[in-house]
T-cell receptor, first 114, second 117 residues
């Protein structure tokens, strides 16, 4: 069955710490990959996406993610987090055989202490 | 900017009531989606639609139905609400790409927090 795994459900960091959130998926074919973010009280919004080309993708607010096909991973990174990065982060995968459906991970709640 | 609006931010209903959740998008997107969001479970797809009057079941369609009579509007219907349908409901829309074989970025509405008593 299709699945997307996010390794940590809760992460607590101090400001200026580096962030890496793990995401693994279980499809063998062509995939489109997304990271979405939901700030407290706000809409879910796109952080970055990978369709093809350079596997290192840069998104908004200094976030980046690296697609490693051999590891079925799409980890999200930020070198130095800010208090305003406190949010819930979702990894999502669109696999070819599922057409226009997205499968989401369970989410990671990030709290940044000031 | 894409705008996806949902008819209510908060809704309280009683068990057995019929519930309608409305979603409207203003960017002429072909695809529209209904998800429910529960803590620790992420977003789970209930139904989606890739064209007017077309619908497909998602991963958890039981107890729900949908209607898409106009391109911009996608309604989620709970025929007889139950307490286990208490949740946050999110609507999204996206452009079709590659003849429907892929989804582009999905744009989300603010969500409706439904409580069934």
């Amino acid at each position: 069955a299709q699945s997307v795994s996010q390794h940590n459900h809760h992460v607590i960091l101090s400001e200026a710490a580096s962030l890496e959130l793990g995401c693994n998926y279980s499809y063998g074919g062509t995939v489109n990959l997304f990271w979405y973010v939901q700030y407290p009280g706000q809409h879910l919004q796109l952080l970055l996406k990978y369709f093809s080309g350079d596997p290192l993708v840069k998104g908004i607010k200094g976030f980046e993610a690296e697609f490693i096909k051999s590891k079925f991973s799409f980890n999200l990174r930020k070198p130095s987090v800010q208090w305003s990065d406190t949010a819930e982060y979702f990894c999502a995968v669109n696999a070819g055989e599922y057409g226009n459906k997205l499968v989401f991970g369970a989410g990671t709640i990030l709290r940044v202490k000031s | 900017d894409v705008k996806v609006t949902q008819s209510s931010r908060y809704l309280v209903k009683r068990t057995g009531e019929k519930v309608f959740l409305e979603c409207v998008q203003d960017m002429d997107h072909e695809n529209m989606f209904w998800y429910r969001q529960d803590p620790g479970l992420g977003l789970r797809l209930i139904y989606f639609s890739y064209d007017v009057k077309m619908k497909e079941k998602g991963d958890i369609p039981e107890g729900y139905s949908v209607s898409r009579e106009k391109k911009e509007r996608f309604s989620l219907i709970l025929e007889s609400a139950s307490t286990n349908q208490t949740s946050m409901y999110l609507c999204a829309s996206s452009l079709e790409v590659a003849g429907g074989r892929r989804t582009d970025t999905q744009y989300f509405g603010p969500g409706t927090r439904l409580t069934v008593l």
